[in-house]
């Protein structure tokens, strides 16, 4: 409510003389409780018209009964009389008087220092924990700190019992080198940090002189920091001073000032100030967040610092919904005139590459300029965002931070999960649905797309960082050591949130979830409860699924993490900078351009019910978005408030694409549109056939089973398991072995709560490769169904050794396995119906790997089809009735039906080319292009937003120049153009380059340019050349 009143009243009576009104004093009541007790007094003169304006410094305190307490600069102490008493405080300003009652006790007790919440926290203020200082990883000159006093017990060994106990002396504390270094009264490489008058100085020597303890147990600690005056405060110049109280609130119940123990940073040194003791001063005209920390405590408070500005009148703009409303109260309050709405083909351009990535083609830019219907625009959006182009390019940026990357996946599993995103687009799957779809997958990674997340990234804290940064917009990778120094993030919290992905396993292509394991906590070796903010854990039971109750706290309406990035990385995109940034990187000493605008934003995410396509199209049918780049005197240094439109280098994909259209080497949307309707056509008519197809081919294959004398079943593994030798890793069970001829799909076993996998993939006489490694055994259960009672010889290769149990009797047993060993050949009686196999797979180092499968010892056993025909797996499946079926292994069979069929995946394979492939902005994953690298396109090594690089080089000039694509592609541009008349060669090129007409001094230079060229063909291709070199084309306006 503050804020609002604030707003008001700037706007309505910036500029005339303040008519004091009110005079009101923080806190309202003053507490001394102890001889060393501190209260800092925040004195506010608020002027009829709701101006506020600080005045602890200009008004005058005094004490009602003179000699309890003295008051300097706000601040208020007992006396050094040392009794305890009542009274009131007088603050008097100009004609306004209010009293304050004061307490005065503990006087006659003791008041001994607070290790913790004032001697490291006054080593804190004085920056000798700071990571530049003693506080780095190593310390400094063999002396170490943790970072910000975030682990007490490591500084107390280090303070007291480090440096040969030099560095506290008890008996002549002025001689202790913690206060001889920082007064400079000995060698310092730090410098001077350390004076007689300060604070710090007065704690840090009465500490040493009572004997250098630490905190005896039990004592209470701080629970959080209220800094008065917050949130926020508009100040207006040339009276932009502030001074700020910060109180600590202790487990015990007490409140203690901490003003002048807490260090105080601002975000922009340009725009404000502030002094050890808590004052702030505005610099200039804009906003700034001071940033105060009280050991592992942090708060921010934002302050928009205003003026006025000779000659500002606010325009006429048009306002069409909240987006605009809520940035032009912030651009009246900073006297910002925005600029004026952009043009029809401006808007066309930007919207089609914001949109799609694509440009708009000639034709479509030769419409919708001649289209004169109100409401175009928001035509134009509505078509923009029901098209697949929209959904596959949204589906590209979040594939760059999900890490979709093939180098680390495999092409098809890298392009399995793209289209999965993709295709969650194309529906508008709300986000939190997908998020939580995402964060909670298990399954073979080639068939359930969005396991990949957990394949792409191996380790549990890399998925913990990268959730973090993709989800909530933080950067917590710093807490992963020590408590985060720029924000509330503590090593517990870091922990926490690994807690919650801890025990997902990755097997090969498989990702699970084990029923035990447990994330802890390096320094402190506590076993970390999995991830709720606020103390509010989810506790989930030991065998449920952690990530459950982590993805529902994540996606809750309300969350202060999720919406809100969500809608930050949207406004990016859009603007080239979002609300917050980096988008990923909110803390509180990060401001928002926009609190209002952010929080409305996400507010209305979570109404719409997370969909990204509304937000969209909101911000887009917003004036804001449809302003000009041309600047005005009053906007041209504002790059964060949107009074005027950025201009933006087109991304590696983009501009690719671009070049591609306007040369004419590769078709447009609605080329490309006629040849994925007709092959959607034929594909309908394909999935009939093969329909009508299905029975007759599982019949014909359960027949051939049902005659074969025996056929191969599914598989399944479990491990890897590790020894110190390799003959431990052979002799030893690590579980299955006890009862190597039961099997239970979903049980567990060994300590870990290690779980059978099914390895789909897996089939006899193939060669199946495993992780590399040394001294470990792998587990395998296979199952054989025999018709009758029948010899057979098994087979077995492998690089090292093996055991093999059948029906739960050891029958092969070999440290070393020899390819061509007779002895290691046994032959051995299959039983009628199911046959059970235990694999025991033993490697000593290196390469891995082993192929099992049986032989007939009699030349007429009929045998099976043929892995080629039906895998091992899925013979199982086939010979389960379709009405039992388990739904993965149903939808493996039907896959490996219609791909042998090959029609649907070449069908597949032409739609995608004709609406996907071609287009860099459209496809599942990045080229390997030099071009693309050359321009910014990221490899997907990690989750951050920075990997796009947006900076010009000299590669990218080099490229335009006389780079291969671009040469080639315009010599091919003859094709387009060359048909065409001069005049219309000219309008087409413009339209399609830049969405509007030429101008006439371009149509005449560039129709003079054709009519005297002797080679009409190369003069066409240097128009073209030199359009794709202006900054105009490279550049989004």
């Given amino acids: 409510m503050l804020r609002s009143v604030c707003l008001v009243a700037i706007a309505w009576g910036l500029w005339t003389a303040p008519v004091e009104a009110a005079v009101e004093v923080y806190p309202k009541m003053v507490r001394l409780a102890s001889r060393r007790s501190r209260v800092q007094l925040v004195i506010t003169s608020r002027a009829a018209d709701g101006r506020l304006r600080d005045v602890t410094h200009r008004a005058t305190v005094s004490s009602s009964k003179p000699g309890l307490v003295s008051v300097r600069n706000g601040r208020v102490s007992p006396s ?24 005065v006790s503990g006087q006659k007790q003791p008041d001994p220092i607070a290790f913790k919440y004032e001697t490291l926290a006054a080593m804190t203020k004085q920056g000798c924990n700071a990571g530049s200082c003693h506080g780095s990883p190593d310390g400094k000159g063999g002396f170490s700190l943790s970072l910000f006093a975030f682990d007490p017990v490591h500084d107390t060994e280090s303070l007291v019992r480090g440096g040969l106990n030099r560095r506290v002396n008890v008996f002549a504390p002025l001689e202790s080198l913690m206060l001889k270094k920082p007064l400079l009264r000995v060698p310092h490489v730090g410098g001077k940090r350390l004076r007689p008058t300060d604070a710090a100085f007065e704690i840090l020597k009465r500490w040493i002189a009572e004997g250098a303890r630490p905190d005896g147990d039990g004592a209470p600690t701080c629970e959080k920091i209220v800094v008065h005056p917050g949130p926020s405060r508009v100040l207006a110049r040339p009276d932009a001073t502030q001074q700020l109280s910060v109180l600590a609130h202790f487990t015990d119940g007490a409140v203690r000032d901490v003003t002048r123990l807490a260090t105080f940073d601002t975000s922009h040194r340009d725009i404000a100030a502030i002094d050890a003791d808590g004052r702030v001063t505005g610099l200039s005209r804009g906003q700034a967040a001071i940033t105060v920390r009280f050991l592992e405590h942090l708060e921010s408070v934002y302050f928009t610092f205003v003026e006025e500005v000779e000659g500002f009148e606010w325009p006429e703009v048009a306002e069409h919904n909240f987006v605009d409303r809520l940035v032009n109260s912030r651009l009246k309050l900073l006297r910002i005139a925005p600029s004026s709405t952009c043009d029809d083909g401006v808007f066309l351009r930007r919207l089609h590459l914001d949109l799609t990535g694509l440009l708009p083609s000639a034709a479509v830019a030769r419409t919708f300029l001649a289209e004169k219907k109100p409401g175009k625009r928001a035509r134009l959006i509505d078509r923009l965002l029901a098209t697949d182009q929209f959904a596959r390019f949204q589906a590209l940026q979040l594939a760059d931070l999900l890490r979709v990357n093939p180098k680390v996946l495999g092409a098809d599993r890298a392009k399995l999960f793209a289209n999965w995103i993709a295709e969650a687009m194309i529906a508008n799957r709300p986000y939190d649905q997908l998020t939580r779809d995402l964060l909670t997958s298990t399954g073979d990674t080639r068939l359930v797309a969005e396991a990949n997340y957990f394949a792409a990234i191996p380790k549990t804290e890399d998925v913990a960082e990268a959730t973090a940064q993709v989800f909530m917009g933080s950067r917590i990778q710093c807490a992963k050591c020590h408590n985060h120094p720029f924000e509330n993030w503590t090593q517990d919290d870091y922990y926490s949130i690994g807690a919650a992905f801890h025990r997902v396993a990755r097997q090969a292509d498989r990702i699970s979830v084990v029923g035990g394991g447990e994330m802890v906590n390096p320094r402190s070796g506590k076993v970390m409860t999995p991830w709720g903010r606020n103390r509010v854990m989810p506790r989930p039971l030991a065998d449920a699924d952690r990530r459950v109750a982590f993805a529902g706290w994540l996606t809750a309406r309300g969350n202060p993490f999720f919406a809100r990035a969500a809608v930050n990385r949207i406004w990016a995109h859009l603007f080239g900078r979002g609300i917050v940034d980096p988008v990923d990187d909110f803390r509180s000493s990060n401001p928002p351009s926009n609190v209002e605008l952010l929080d409305r934003l996400a507010a209305e995410f979570e109404k719409s019910g997370f969909d990204r396509r509304q937000t969209v199209r909101v911000i887009c049918n917003s004036q804001t978005y449809q302003r000009s780049t041309d600047t005005n005197r009053f906007n041209r240094d504002d790059t964060t408030l949107c009074s005027r439109a950025p201009v933006r280098l087109l991304t590696a994909e983009q501009l690719q694409d671009a070049i591609g259209y306007v040369t004419g080497t590769i078709k447009t949307v609605e080329q490309s549109a006629a040849v994925v309707a007709e092959s959607r056509r034929e594909l309908e008519g394909v999935r009939k056939d093969l329909r009508t197809k299905r029975p007759g081919w599982e019949a014909g294959l359960v027949e051939r089973l049902k005659k074969a004398a025996w056929w191969d079943g599914a598989w399944w593994s479990a491990g890897v398991f590790t020894a110190k030798t390799p003959e431990l890793a052979h002799s030893t069970d690590f579980g299955p072995e006890t009862s190597p001829g039961r099997f239970d799909a979903s049980g567990a076993f060994g300590p870990n709560k290690i779980r059978w996998q099914p390895r789909p993939g897996w089939n006899r006489r193939q060669q199946i490769n495993l992780p590399k490694g040394a001294r470990q055994a792998m587990y395998a259960w296979h199952v054989v169904h025999a018709r009758a009672e029948t010899r057979v010889r098994m087979r077995v290769v492998a690089d090292d050794g093996m055991k093999v149990w059948h029906n739960g009797q050891l ?224 550049f989004q306006h």
Avoid at 80 to 103: H, I, M, N, S
Avoid at 911 to 937: E, H, M, N, V, W
């Fill in 811 to 1034: 029958v092969f047993d070999f440290a070393q396995v020899l390819a061509d060993d007779k002895e290691q050949q046994p032959e051995i009686v299959l039983k009628p119906g199911p046959n059970r196999f235990l694999l025991k797979i033993v490697n000593k180092g290196g390469a891995w790997h082993f192929t099992w499968w049986l032989e007939p010892t009699q030349p007429d056993a009929i045998a099976a089809p043929p892995v080629a025909d039906l895998p091992d797996a899925l013979s199982e499946v086939l010979m389960t009735p379709a009405e039992k079926r388990v739904a993965e292994p149903a939808a493996r069979l039907d896959r490996f039906y219609r791909m042998r069929d090959g029609r649907i995946e070449k069908l597949r394979g032409r739609i995608q080319s004709g609406a996907r492939d071609q287009y860099a902005t459209q496809r599942p994953f990045p080229g390997s292009d030099a071009f693309l690298k050359a321009f910014g396109q990221p490899e997907r090594n990690t989750p951050c937003a920075c990997e796009r690089s947006s900076e010009p080089t000299l590669d990218q000039a080099l490229q335009l120049l006389n780079g291969r694509r671009v040469h080639d592609q315009v010599n091919k541009s003859v094709a387009r153009f060359s048909k065409l008349e001069d005049a219309a060669v000219v309008v087409e090129l413009y339209l399609v380059t830049f969405s509007r007409a030429p101008t006439a001094g371009e149509r005449a230079a560039a129709t003079e340019h054709l009519d005297a060229a002797t080679d009409r063909d190369a003069a066409i291709r240097d128009l073209v050349w030199a359009v794709l070199n202006t900054q105009e084309f490279i």
């Fill in 80 to 103: 050094d009389r040392g009794v305890d008493g009542r009274a009131k405080l007088q603050v008097v300003w100009q004609d306004e008087t209010v009293e304050v009652p004061v307490e």
